[in-house]
T-cell receptor, first 114, second 114 residues
């Protein structure tokens, strides 16, 4: 069954803690993305990676870090430097003909800072 | 001015009517356009992609693109209560170095009432 999985579904973080959100895909897609969504707002791009071992900052990368050691995996770390991390985090991937860049989303992780 | 603009709604239509959702974008170089549906608490689901001027139909959905006016719309015929969701418009932009990314609007909330 092809798709994108994210874990955990819900995550609670204490102030000052780093947490890592998992994103895995078995669609053989080259590109992967992390977005953040706040209530009533659109998606904002945090980081993206178009090939293994390469990634680029998006619009709101401060306080976040990523790695892309495997094609299937693109974990996101929310560091203590992120001032307001409570949000819905969405991972996406795209592949095939890159000129279309249709992105498909995982189910998301809802992060709450206690 | 936001790069991708949508009316936040809610757009309220009776069951069986046509729902018309609109989106404008600012970058004339934008190439590809997407409509995503997002149910409350869930991740976005791709429902339509359009790349050329004109109409593209898929079942009850029709996407319309007018690049001269920088305008893309989504029509939903025979609206059903299950169509009640937030609809996100996304526009693909190319950046230097061969990278591209999607720019999302904030979404329009559609409410279909029986």
């Amino acid at each position: 069954d092809g798709g994108i999985t994210q874990s955990p579904k819900y995550l609670f973080r204490k102030e000052g803690q780093n947490v890592t959100l998992s994103c895995e895909q078995n669609l053989n897609h080259d590109a992967m993305y992390w977005y953040r969504q706040d209530p009533g707002q659109g998606l904002r791009l945090i980081y993206y990676s178009q090939i293994v071992n390469d990634f680029q900052k998006g619009d709101i990368a401060e306080g976040y870090s990523v790695s892309r050691e495997k094609k299937e995996s693109f974990p996101l770390t929310v560091t203590s430097a992120q001032k307001n991390p409570t949000a819905f985090y969405l991972c996406a991937s795209s592949g095939g003909d890159n000129s279309y860049n249709e992105q498909f989303f995982g189910p998301g992780t809802r992060l709450t800072v206690l | 001015q936001k790069e991708v603009e949508q009316n936040s709604g809610p757009l309220s239509v009776p069951e069986g009517a046509i729902a018309s959702l609109n989106c404008t974008y600012s970058d004339r170089g934008s190439q590809s356009f997407f409509w995503y549906r997002q149910y409350s608490g869930k991740s976005p689901e791709l429902i339509m992609s359009i790349y050329s001027n004109g109409d593209k139909e898929d079942g009850r959905f029709t996407a319309q693109l007018n690049k001269a006016s920088q305008y893309v719309s989504l029509l939903i015929r025979d609206s059903q209560p299950s169509d009640s969701a937030t609809y996100l418009c996304a526009v693909k932009r190319l950046f230097s170095g061969g990278y591209n990314k999607l720019i999302f609007g904030a979404g329009t909330r559609l409410a279909v009432h029986p």
